[in-house]
């Protein structure tokens, strides 16, 4: 685990780049925080909230949204504008000139009432690349509301990851968090192009079209079987083990067994010869056979505490997994070891750690320049450089 924030000693990928981030929830800070991570100075602009909270309501969400703002906000500075009042606009339009980069993740047309529209803005800065983030991209549904369930349901993703008939969204915001990550790659396509043609331009990135991208493989196993795919968890595997066993000692274990080499180390791991039968040589063989197969590995497997099947696997070079939850991940000893987690403090102050990008730059990981802002902590010291003094705002 990172101890403290990282020091960096190489040039990060965006150093220099400049990103004004006007979102809120999730997809929006995604898109964000890639950027931040990888070196952007990025600028949160919030709203003055309330003298109980101020700035992002979304940093005051409870249950499952509690994770939203501490997850998404590192490395960013905190500036609180008014957009409804005239100097805040103003401020808004000011810091835009220095901008490379301005992002947002509002309703259709609430921008443009408030000159902070892309037409608006690049009268103002030609550079500047302007990234929407939205439910969906330009079409009939463009106006529409979305949320990462309402995308989930219309794309099939939820049909392909419920029991039949029960549809069921997947258990982490995907759409919201791919959403973000295309919108940071059509950003840095941006980057690269305005190197060529000197002007910037309006990227988008659709909840809705991320959720159609990763049913990709549906689809197109559809077109290819002729056969319309029946859910994950009702389905038959393209492998004849692929499935969840439980040790002697009740630790639920996920095995793969994907290429006949594989199922060669695994029967000799299990030693046993009902399991080494030739009719079991084949994987288009186990996977019609599963019916037969599945609950005879269980029983072998039975045989054995977590720790003997863990060794075995890892051994044998086989695709295994405890079946953990996410907070588990706090003691996960790759990610602790291998830099995999990033140390924040949240705003009460306690301490947390929190995964960071899943990329490497000559074999590190990016860490944390700056910790998660107060509400408007950097106000100041931001409008200052644009020559304002006396922010329209209110002072966390």
Same mark, same amino acid.
């Given at each position: 685990?990172?101890?403290?924030?990282?020091?960096?000693?190489?040039?990060?990928?965006?150093?220099?780049?400049?990103?004004?981030?006007?979102?809120?929830?999730?997809?929006?800070?995604?898109?964000?925080?890639?950027?931040?991570?990888?070196?952007?100075?990025?600028?949160?602009?919030?709203?003055?909230?309330?003298?109980?909270?101020?700035?992002?309501?979304?940093?005051?969400?409870?249950?499952?949204?509690?994770?939203?703002?501490?997850?998404?906000?590192?490395?960013?500075?905190?500036?609180?504008?008014?957009?409804?009042?005239?100097?805040?606009?103003?401020?808004?339009?000011?810091?835009?000139?220095?901008?490379?980069?301005?992002?947002?993740?509002?309703?259709?047309?609430?921008?443009?009432?408030?000159?902070?529209?892309?037409?608006?803005?690049?009268?103002?800065?030609?550079?500047?690349?302007?990234?929407?983030?939205?439910?969906?991209l330009d079409g009939p549904y463009e106006h529409r509301t979305a949320l990462d369930e309402v995308v989930q349901m219309?794309?099939?993703l939820a049909y392909m990851t419920g029991p039949p008939g029960r549809p069921l969204r997947a258990g982490a915001p995907?759409?919201?968090?791919?959403?973000?990550?295309?919108?940071?790659?059509?950003?840095?396509?941006?980057?690269?192009?305005?190197?060529?043609?000197?002007?910037?331009?309006?990227?988008?990135?659709?909840?809705?079209?991320?959720?159609?991208?990763?049913?990709?493989?549906?689809?197109?196993?559809?077109?290819?079987?002729?056969?319309?795919?029946?859910?994950?968890?009702?389905?038959?595997?393209?492998?004849?083990?692929?499935?969840?066993?439980?040790?002697?000692?009740?630790?639920?274990?996920?095995?793969?067994?994907?290429? /006949?080499?594989?199922?060669?180390?695994?029967?000799?791991? %299990?030693? +046993?010869?009902?399991? &080494?039968?030739? !009719?079991? #040589?084949?994987n288009n063989a186990r996977s019609l056979a599963r019916e037969e197969l599945i609950p005879l590995v269980a029983t072998?497997?039975?045989?054995?505490?977590?720790?003997?099947?863990?060794?075995?696997?890892?051994?044998?070079?086989?695709?295994?997994?405890?079946?953990?939850?996410?907070?588990?991940?706090? /003691?996960?000893?790759?990610?602790?070891?291998?830099?995999? %987690?990033? +140390?924040?403090?949240? &705003?009460?102050? !306690?301490? #947390?750690?929190?995964?960071?990008?899943?990329?490497?730059?000559?074999?590190?990981?990016?860490?944390?320049?700056?910790?998660?802002?107060?509400?408007?902590?950097?106000?100041?010291?931001?409008?200052?450089?644009?020559?304002?003094?006396?922010?329209?705002?209110?002072?966390?």
């Amino acid at each position: 685990m990172n101890s403290g924030m990282n020091q960096q000693t190489t040039p990060l990928p965006l150093e220099g780049v400049r990103v004004l981030e006007m979102s809120h929830m999730v997809m929006g800070p995604s898109c964000g925080l890639v950027l931040a991570d990888l070196g952007a100075e990025v600028i949160k602009i919030e709203p003055p909230g309330t003298e109980e909270r101020p700035g992002d309501p979304t940093r005051y969400l409870v249950s499952t949204g509690a994770g939203f703002f501490p997850a998404c906000s590192r490395n960013k500075k905190s500036v609180i504008l008014d957009l409804k009042t005239d100097a805040g606009r103003d401020a808004a339009r000011k810091l835009a000139e220095t901008a490379d980069v301005f992002i947002e993740n509002f309703r259709p047309g609430a921008l443009q009432a408030m000159g902070l529209d892309y037409t608006s803005l690049h009268k103002l800065n030609e550079r500047l690349i302007y990234c929407s983030l939205k439910g969906f991209l330009d079409g009939p549904y463009e106006h529409r509301t979305a949320l990462d369930e309402v995308v989930q349901m219309l794309s099939g993703l939820a049909y392909m990851t419920g029991p039949p008939g029960r549809p069921l969204r997947a258990g982490a915001p995907v759409n919201d968090m791919m959403g973000g990550i295309f919108g940071s790659i059509a950003i840095m396509g941006a980057l690269r192009q305005r190197e060529v043609t000197g002007r910037g331009q309006h990227v988008k990135s659709g909840l809705f079209e991320s959720a159609a991208w990763l049913v990709s493989t549906h689809m197109l196993q559809a077109t290819v079987s002729g056969v319309t795919p029946v859910p994950m968890s009702a389905g038959k595997r393209a492998w004849g083990v692929y499935d969840i066993f439980t040790s002697s000692d009740g630790i639920d274990i996920f095995l793969g067994v994907v290429t /006949d080499r594989q199922w060669s180390i695994f029967t000799d791991m %299990l030693n +046993d010869p009902l399991i &080494q039968q030739e !009719r079991f #040589a084949t994987n288009n063989a186990r996977s019609l056979a599963r019916e037969e197969l599945i609950p005879l590995v269980a029983t072998l497997v039975a045989r054995h505490r977590f720790d003997e099947l863990e060794l075995m696997c890892e051994k044998a070079g086989l695709p295994f997994a405890r079946i953990n939850q996410p907070v588990d991940l706090y /003691d996960d000893v790759h990610l602790k070891e291998s830099n995999g %987690l990033i +140390d924040i403090h949240l &705003q009460d102050g !306690r301490p #947390a750690s929190v995964p960071g990008l899943p990329i490497q730059f000559d074999g590190k990981r990016l860490g944390a320049r700056l910790d998660i802002p107060q509400p408007g902590e950097h106000t100041e010291e931001i409008l200052k450089e644009i020559g304002i003094s006396h922010p329209s705002v209110r002072k966390s």
